[in-house]
């Protein structure tokens, strides 16, 4: 089975410091990954996925992520963070083998940014 | 543009009692699926389905029943409703199966609390 590991349920920042969120996953065979964002009282909504080729990815507002398949992670990153990232985050996969709609989350990330 | 509409936003049951929670869209999307969310637990698969009339539990199906009948709608269905079954429920669809797996819309979700 699938899962999903986040470390760290609560990360805090200055505006402007790099943010590094963790995530590591373990699966049978070569996943899809995805950070999810979700803003308070809001769905989640994607910001990046790996699925195969360029083991680095870019999303939207200013975050990448690399897969490394020997550490079995995807972390996510952002250079200078920005107070309206303050939210919490979702890193997933899904198994290609049985459906890729179907992902496991992890427990999520809550960013703060302090001014 | 609408996307996924749920509803109610909040709702208020006591023990025992039923209820739906409506969820369409209107992205023509074949997957559509069920979450829970708990804090320190991410988001949890209850019921998916992969088009009309085909449906298929996920990692916490107990307590829930669902149906497809079209394309648009996926309602979940609490049927003696339970304590440990308040939560927030999220609607999420997608592109069929080897399109853009993994890319779920969310609806802005459900809060529902059992007293």
């Known amino acids: 089975a699938q899962s999903v590991t986040q470390l760290g349920s609560h990360v805090s920042v200055s505006e402007g410091a790099l943010v590094l969120l963790r995530c590591n996953y373990s699966s049978s065979v070569p996943p899809y990954l995805f950070w999810y964002v979700q803003y308070p009282n809001q769905g989640l909504q994607l910001l990046l996925k790996y699925t195969t080729g360029a083991t680095l990815v870019k999303g939207i507002n200013g975050f990448e992520a690399e897969f490394k398949k020997s550490e079995t992670s995807f972390h996510l990153t952002k250079p200078s963070a920005h107070m309206s990232d303050a939210a919490e985050y979702f890193c997933a996969v899904s198994d290609l083998r049985e459906y890729g709609n179907k992902l496991v989350f992890g427990a999520g990330t809550i960013l703060r940014v302090k001014s | 543009n609408a996307g996924v509409t749920q509803t109610p936003k909040f709702q208020v049951l006591k023990t025992g009692q039923s209820m739906t929670l409506q969820c369409a869209q209107d992205?023509?999307?074949?997957?559509m699926s069920w979450y829970r969310q708990d804090p320190g637990m991410g988001l949890r698969l209850i019921h998916y389905s992969v088009g009309a009339g085909i449906t298929d539990q996920g990692e916490v199906p107990n307590g829930y029943n669902v149906s497809r009948s079209t394309t648009e709608d996926f309602p979940l269905r609490l049927l003696s409703a339970a304590p440990s079954q308040t939560s927030v429920y999220f609607c999420?669809?997608?592109?069929?199966?080897?399109?853009?797996?993994?890319?779920?819309?969310f609806g802005e979700g459900s809060r529902l609390t059992v007293l």
């Open positions: 999420a669809s997608s592109y069929g199966q080897g399109y853009r797996p993994g890319e779920l819309f």
């Open positions: 992205m023509n999307h074949e997957y």
